[in-house]
């Protein structure tokens, strides 16, 4: 086989020349060119250095590890799952005021919101009767607020 009828080739990562030889199963096999000869037609470890060994950035042909699109749900799920047990657990035993004689169902962002406007000193009535979009409101004017007060410092 004269070397035109080869397929030659460059590694897309290293920049290697290399040559495509057939192995014993017919599959072709990327070989460093300088360990070719001209006659050379078939794969020959002994003779020949397969490029997959030599190559000195393999990493750019290896495939990001992706996880099955229906096993991330379920592991959301899960996580989601045990933060909620673990969340219910932690409010069945908070004894504050707000939380308690809360005229709303503490749910998990709810809890999150109550938190930050107890911190600001909310008034009690307010936290206990008014809902998320209006807590979110008097947060963002209020975290507004305290960053600036912070800055002046
Ligand atoms: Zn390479």
């Not at 750019?60 to 673990?86: A, G, H, S, Y």
């Not at 809890?111 to 008097?138: H, Q, T, V, Y």
């Amino acid at each position: 086989m004269s070397d035109n009828r080869r397929i030659q080739s460059e590694c897309k990562a290293c920049r290697t020349k290399i040559i495509y030889l057939l192995t014993e199963k017919n599959k072709l096999m990327p070989v460093d060119a300088d360990t070719v000869d001209k006659d050379d037609q078939h794969f020959n470890y002994k003779k020949h250095k397969s490029h997959f060994v030599t190559c000195t950035r393999p990493e750019v042909f290896r495939k990001p590890r992706t996880i099955d699109p229906k096993e991330k749900e379920r592991i959301d799920e899960e996580n989601f799952r045990r933060d909620l047990k673990i969340f219910k657990e932690k409010l069945s035993k908070d004894t504050r005021p707000f939380i308690k004689f809360n005229k709303i169902e503490v749910t998990m962002p709810r809890f999150n919101l109550l938190e930050r406007c107890a911190k600001l000193n909310m008034p009690f009535d307010d936290l206990i009767s008014k809902d998320n979009g209006e807590l979110r409101e008097w947060l963002s004017m209020h975290e507004a607020l305290e960053s600036e007060q912070l800055s002046l410092l």
